[in-house]
């Protein structure tokens, strides 16, 4: 079975600095993870994904995310906040490499960035 | 990516009536997936919709109330029976695709926010 926990359902953060959304996984298989970016009234936008390739993942919009499977981890972050990141951030677990596996969804967290 | 279109965006229905939304992908996939969303909360994954065979549903979903439709390798419905306010929610429909450069993800539609009334 898999499942992801996102810690902190609120993060709140001054314009410019350092964004950290936490996530952390479970999964009898090798996992492949991912983080989602909603915003108000859309559809969800891939914001990068997990795929053993590398830990450090770099995805779009400047964020990036490193897999720690010593800590079951894949925390995503942005050394530099922008207005424009304020929106729900959701990490997400499949067991599949070429998705043809459900995608379990963690609980979300909502970011806010203040001027 | 696969790009898809779903519709309707949004709809205010009377409880006790259904709503059939519907998922067009610009490429055939062989795997569909239904998802819920509902008010401020994450997703959750209502069935799996391959072509040719029944949905496969998760716990707490039955066909009875979420029949899905798999016509073809590029089309699916999701029709939402018997309303009540209770299934207020954004119901979102996703495949997996090639993003790019090799890289897998799944890609999903905008959304359709169902008011029930």
């Known amino acids: 079975a898999q499942s992801v926990t996102q810690l902190g359902s609120h993060v709140s953060v001054s314009e410019g600095a350092l964004v950290l959304l936490r996530c952390n996984y479970s999964s009898s298989v090798p996992p492949y993870l991912f983080w989602y970016v909603q915003y108000p009234n859309q559809g969800l936008q891939l914001l990068l994904k997990y795929t053993s390739a590398a830990t450090l993942v770099k995805g779009i919009n400047g964020f990036e995310a490193e897999f720690k499977k010593s800590e079951t981890s894949f925390h995503l972050t942005k050394p530099s906040a922008h207005m424009s990141d304020a929106a729900e951030y959701f990490c997400a677990v499949s067991a599949s490499r070429y998705n043809t596996d459900k995608l379990i969804f963690g609980t979300g967290t909502r970011l806010q960035v203040f001027p | 990516s696969a790009v898809i279109s779903q519709k309707p965006s949004r709809d205010i229905c009377q409880r006790g009536t259904s709503l059939t939304i519907q998922c067009q992908v610009d490429s055939q996939v062989t795997m569909m997936f239904w998802y819920r969303q509902q008010p401020g909360q994450s997703l959750t994954l209502i069935a799996t919709?391959?072509?040719?065979?029944?949905?496969?549903?998760e716990s707490g979903f039955v066909i009875d109330k979420f029949p899905i439709s798999r016509p073809n390798l590029t089309f699916s419905t999701l029709t939402v029976s018997n309303m009540s306010p209770e299934d207020s929610s954004i119901y979102l429909c996703?495949?997996?695709?090639?993003?790019?450069?090799?890289?897998?993800?799944?890609?999903f539609g905008s959304g359709t926010r169902l008011t029930v009334v």
């Open positions: 996703s495949v997996g695709s090639n993003v790019g450069t090799g890289v897998y993800g799944y890609t």
């Open positions: 919709a391959n072509q040719g065979s029944e949905a496969t549903y």
